[in-house]
Nanobody
Framework: EVQLVESGGGLVQPGGSLTLSCTAS????????VGWYRQAPGKEREAVSC????????YLSDFVKGRFSISNDNAKKIVFLHMNTLKPEDTAVYYC???????????????????WGKGTLVSVSS
């Protein structure tokens, strides 16, 4: 089991930016897949982004393409979600999820993520 620590959420106006962080010691020494999910009140949890360390392949959901990006810094054991041009509909609790040893986002999405952070709230409002 991997301990995931999320941070970076907060309140921002529409059009603003936030960067979320997900930290785990395993990121520095093993292949991993990290996904970002979000869940708004009364809605299902949905995938936002994903990164695979083995080949640096990345995934972005259609509703955030052009506005969000995902990156990592393995030396610092961190995966980031960079959120720009935020919209009110981006308001949600954002969760970091990880699988150690998996080499593609597609595999992680199908088999599921077995490590989850507790979430960080992003509120976009005027």
């Amino acid at each position: 089991e991997v301990q995931l620590v999320e941070s970076g959420g907060g309140l921002v106006q529409p059009g603003g930016s936030l960067t979320l962080s997900c930290t785990a010691s395993a990121f520095a020494s093993a292949n991993y897949v990290v996904g970002w999910y979000r869940q708004a009140p009364g809605k299902e949890r949905e995938a936002v982004s994903c990164i695979s360390s083995s080949d640096d392949s990345r995934y972005l959901s259609d509703f955030v393409k052009g506005r969000f990006s995902i990156s990592n810094d393995n030396a610092k054991k961190i995966v980031f979600l960079h959120m720009n041009t935020l919209k009110p509909e981006d308001t949600a609790v954002y969760y970091c999820a990880a699988v150690i040893g998996t080499t593609s986002c597609n595999m992680a999405f199908y088999y599921g993520f077995d490590n989850w952070g507790k979430g960080t709230l992003v509120s976009v409002s005027s």
